[in-house]
């Protein structure tokens, strides 16, 4: 089974083509401001043309494809090894019901179902990185923020611009730079269903949910196939307050499955008078039932960016991955918590401050990238100003909870350090 880390380090690889997208959008529109800074109004008007119509965006929109390409490709080698990884984790119990083990290259049933679900993640990834649903938020006429796409921002920022540079070069650089602070601050974003997120987030989001569907589809067939009649549910440390004390980590029993498996008799250790409710007793020991504990939870396992995922087993012999102990040390260890400028934080509420900061860095590098692009000196050291103390306060926060620092969800491509 893929750890929580491992799947995030798959994700990082594919995220890290978007925030090149990213840069190259910036850069493109940086340089559409630079150009226009340097003309005359009339001048202004006819290289505003050429922008907006010559290929610019055309060359925009390739590189998109171009990222896209590569990680829908990704997407199906990702899943692949997810599910190769499942089934030797099954093979045990397979063995243990003295049943054959197919190995993931020959079950073609399971390759075809694999390639289902990646094929309906990365349909979801593309339409996710469609330029028409991608884009910045502006402020309208009427002071609120409105989602323009890629090509809208883009044609909006040179019609501003050329606006701009007629009431003179004093009144285009402070309308620029209000601009891109707009569109810095907002990122490149995702919009759907009426609500906007950041492209990076929503695409990390996608993938990792894909990678759970699978681990989670692949353990319910093994488990048909070999009898299973438990659940365990995967652990991780710092589990928010909603499944700490629920699921993380824990068993679960199948009831409904021990009273086929007895009424068939493929089941002989457990008996009917074993079973109270949803809870049944095996070897001296007390299981709820899966469903009835997760229908109980408003925010179900594995949905809504939860990271845990349940794997099937059999009650008694599937030995669980985390002891008692193990668990009841995490959860101490994540209430103790730790200080931090005057506050206490759970190591699960550090853990949502670190991806708060890590946003706020990633959002003011993508704005020293775009003021580069277009000559703004000012906004390059404002921008870094901010880079450099968030990123102490970043590394303040590590050494006082001891989380480990994800430089890869603070790293920008094409952003170099300059001198303030």
Known sequence: MLSQEVQERLAERLVERIEESNTYIYKKIGEAIRTIGKLTPTQAYQIAQILKYGGSYEEIARQIAKASGKNVKDIYKIFEEVARQDKNFARQFYEYRGMDFIPYNKDFALRNQV?????????????????????????????????????????????????????????????????????????????????????????????????????????????????????????????????????????????????????????????????????VKVKGKWYRDYDSVNEELKRKVGTLNCHHFPFEGILGVSKPEYTEEQLQADKEENEKGFEFEGKHYTMYEGTQLQRRIETEIRKNKDMQILARAAGDDDLVKESQAKISQLTRKYNKLCMASNLKPKKARMSVSGYRRMKV
């Open 115 to 279: 390639l289902s679900i990646a094929s309906a993640t990365a349909n979801t990834y593309l339409n996710i990185s469609q330029t028409t649903g991608i884009g910045f938020l502006f402020k309208n006429i009427d002071g609120q923020m409105e989602f323009k796409n890629v090509q809208q921002s883009y044609n909006e920022i040179i019609d501003r611009a050329v606006i701009a540079i007629s009431q003179g070069k004093e009144t285009y650089q402070t309308e620029m730079r209000r601009i891109m602070k707009e569109i810095g601050d907002s990122g490149v974003l995702l919009y759907e269903s009426g609500r906007t997120r950041r492209l990076d987030t929503a695409t990390r989001m996608n993938i990792l949910d894909g990678i759970r569907e699978v681990s989670m589809e692949n353990s319910k067939r093994f488990g048909k196939e070999y009898g299973s009649n438990m659940v365990e549910v995967s652990h991780h440390k710092n589990a928010a307050p909603d499944h700490i004390d629920t699921v993380d980590g824990k068993q679960f029993a199948r009831i409904d499955v021990i009273r086929r498996q007895i009424a068939n008799g493929t089941e002989k250790e457990i008996k009917l008078t074993d079973i109270e409710g949803d809870q």
